[in-house]
């Protein structure tokens, strides 16, 4: 990290301060998720350093007593429910857009993209009542149709993003070898727009998984999601296993990320896009 | 001429089939959109149902509201022959006694007191009290019995704000949201001095989420430049500090910030050791004391940290296209180095500043948990406000007026970002 032999002394200054400047913005960034890590395992039932000692007990707290493990097991139902309609449902309206240039089109997208524009207590609000006429306000139901409708813009954009450089001669090129639709599209663009498809599908798991307000108009007693429990739980008064619900997201979203760069890097490297 | 005379004699071009080449390719078109709107529709639809037509009706509820209406239909019939100067006449009395009898046998008097209660506040119990007593009156004279129950029905404004309600469809929950209200001759007025608070609310939700894209363009530049600039592999490393944030619950993120800005946590801890407790003095006091929790500086910091990666993506990505060589031009042709990146590097990266400046924005302006964990009363945005109207006051009509302003601000901006950027190449992580 040494700088240029031919550097003005301007430079040079302005070289180090822009990476201290970074330095400190990332620590920022990163400070508050690492701090609350330790926390979870403290003995005692405050959150402040030193720790008198360590316990796991706000884990055992979490994953034993049936409010948070109830919690856990709604949020992964209702979140893979979700993650199955958006993608499926999105990936098909991504392959439409690609396919012709039609009238009205940027209309359309910006109605598809809405969903994740509006504010959400917008849509709380109108699903709510709207939900409610229908019979699906307070059922399991009503949240993975809402959560739904806030998770196909993700796929959406994912794959509308990996088929902005797919190269449409391959289709082509299938057909007059003599392939039926379907095969092309399972055997040719299917391979190509996975990783659009993978990381549009864990955007979709993510932003219900974490989803709270929709969760706090439509959801029951019996459907109370992970992030619920962890609002109320909040305002009423913090209990550490709070800690260690954050400590088990925090891995979980380790965990997605760390699988959208993989997938990010196939395929730059299976189209030969250098980024 | 061997090719002339293969060519039929009108001289079109033909497929194999002999149909005109013209036609052939219309049709093939025309199958392509038949197909791409098969595959669009089914996410157009339910996007239309499950979200788009929800929102509609809530924005009709903004302006229609029956439950006067449709309660107390005799006395708003009554009310029409009425000149609005004295007190109405003994028919229309008689006619709200019928109606308040057939309310309290349905069990609407509530809702009647509710929205009434709106316009004239402590009207509700007195209301729900009438309705009670009304059953003992069988004879006329009406007109003094009914004020003898309560002398609020001795009042002009009473009945002018029922006249008001004869029609379903109002725009007393749009003015209250503007600070307006009608006036008794029905035209439209400020509200006075101590009722007008949405305007501030409106105000400091946009203030806030100003003041946040600010402060995510002043720390998120520096970072999308140092990571563009930066060899690939030490980009990686330092891109996952980003990329981890922004994968993070929004709400664990919160529940971080609250726990650590708690008054003995870690971060008051923190500034007492390193001595940047000034900081405080500086932005967040209660009370003339210096405070993190429940202040504006802690709502704007952790809001700052949630939106910063959305800031500098879009930067980020539009630094990575730009070639060394310009500043290297630049430089070349006498340029000092602050003077070329000021002139030559920094205009073109203004489609990503604007992308990520108006996304943040946008998203900004609908913040409800972050400000309702971390920030104070005077700290709560429109969305916050629309949270206890539903939950709170179960008022739905309240709650729908602020929905449309808070719906019109993000609209108007996206339509903007549309426009200038295009959302067809938003791009996420």
């Given at each position: 990290m040494a700088v240029p032999s031919y550097y003005t002394r301007g430079e040079t200054v302005a070289y180090y301060a822009l990476r201290a400047f970074v330095g400190l913005v990332l620590l920022f960034l990163i400070s508050p998720i690492i701090a609350i890590m330790p926390l979870s395992?403290?003995?005692?039932t405050f959150f402040s350093y030193p720790m008198p000692g360590y316990s796991l007990r706000w884990y055992d707290d979490f994953f034993l007593n049936p409010r948070w493990s109830g919690a856990l097991k709604v949020s992964f139902i209702v979140a893979l429910a979700t993650t199955a309609l958006a993608t499926f449902l999105g990936t098909l309206a991504a392959l439409g857009l690609a396919r012709v240039n039609f009238y009205g089109k940027s209309s359309v997208m910006a109605v598809l993209i809405s969903p994740m524009i509006v504010p959400v207590i917008i849509s709380a609000v109108g699903m709510f009542k709207f939900y409610a006429l229908l019979g699906v306000a307070g059922t399991r139901l009503g949240i993975i149709l809402a959560h739904t409708a806030l998770a196909t813009p993700f796929v959406v954009i994912t794959v509308t993003a990996t088929l902005s450089s797919f190269d449409k001669t391959l289709m082509r090129a299938g057909a007059s070898c003599g392939a039926a639709p379907h095969t092309v599209f399972f055997k040719v663009v299917m391979p190509l727009i996975l990783p659009g498809m993978i990381s549009g599908a864990l955007f979709a798991f993510v932003t219900s998984f974490d989803e709270v307000i929709v969760v706090l108009f439509l959801a029951s007693p019996e459907d109370r999601t992970l992030p619920l429990q962890m609002f109320s739980g909040i305002r009423e008064m913090i209990s550490p296993t709070i800690t260690a619900a954050a400590t088990v997201l925090v891995l979980i979203s380790t965990a997605l990320l760390v699988t959208v760069e993989l997938l990010r890097r196939r395929s730059e490297r299976l189209r030969g896009v250098r980024a | 001429m061997a090719m002339a005379q293969a060519l039929p004699h009108d001289a079109t071009m033909r497929t194999a089939d002999g149909t005109p080449l013209k036609v052939a390719l219309a049709r093939a078109e025309r199958r392509e959109k038949l197909k791409a709107f098969a595959l669009v529709s089914p996410l157009f639809a339910f996007i239309v149902l499950s979200f788009v037509f929800p929102i509609l009706v809530m924005l009709y509820n903004a302006a229609h509201d029956p439950d006067v209406a449709d309660n107390m239909p005799l006395t708003i019939a009554a009310l029409a022959q009425w000149d609005g100067k004295d007190l109405p006449s003994e028919e229309v009395y008689a006619a709200f006694v019928t109606d308040m009898k057939a309310a309290q046998q349905n069990r609407q008097v509530a809702l009647i007191g509710k929205r009434l209660n709106y316009e004239i506040s402590g009207i509700r119990s007195k209301v729900i009290a009438t309705g009670r007593k009304?059953?003992?009156?069988?004879?006329?004279?009406f007109k003094e019995a009914v004020i003898a129950i309560d002398p609020i029905w001795g009042e002009t404004e009473t009945w002018a704000t029922i006249e008001r309600s004869?029609?379903?469809?109002?725009?007393f929950y749009m003015l209250s949201m503007l600070d307006m209200r009608q006036a008794v001759d029905g035209s439209v007025e400020r509200q006075p001095q101590e009722r007008r608070i949405y305007i501030d609310v409106l105000k400091r939700t946009l203030g806030i989420s100003l003041l946040v894209t600010l402060m995510t363009l002043i720390f998120g530049y520096p970072v999308a430049y140092l990571l563009a600039t930066s060899p690939q592999k030490t980009a990686s490393i330092l891109m996952i500090f980003v990329l981890l944030p922004f994968w993070t619950s929004l709400l664990v993120r919160t529940t971080a910030w609250m726990i650590l800005m708690q008054d003995d946590g870690v971060f008051s801890q923190f500034m007492s050791i390193t001595g940047i407790t000034w900081l405080l003095n500086l932005f967040g006091q209660i009370d003339g004391s210096p405070r993190l929790f429940h202040t504006r500086f802690a709502t704007v910091v952790a809001m700052m940290h949630i939106q910063l990666p959305f800031t500098l993506l879009p930067i980020y990505s539009v630094m990575k296209t730009i070639s060394p060589n310009y500043m290297r031009a630049a430089k070349s042709l006498g340029g000092t180095p602050f003077y070329s990146f000021v002139r030559v590097y920094m205009p073109q990266t203004l489609p990503g500043v604007a992308a990520g400046c108006l996304l943040t924005f946008i998203l900004s302006l609908g913040y409800f948990i972050t400000p309702a964990l971390v920030g104070g009363p005077s700290d709560q945005m429109i969305s916050g406000f629309i949270f206890s109207a539903t939950?709170?006051?179960?008022n739905w009509g309240k709650a729908s007026a602020l929905g449309v302003i808070l719906l019109i601000a993000t609209i108007i901006l996206y339509y903007v970002y549309n426009k200038l950027v295009g959302i067809d190449r938003m791009k996420l992580g």
């Open positions: 395992f403290n003995s005692e | 009304v059953g003992a009156l069988d004879q006329p004279p004869s029609s379903a469809y109002t725009p939950n709170n006051e179960n």
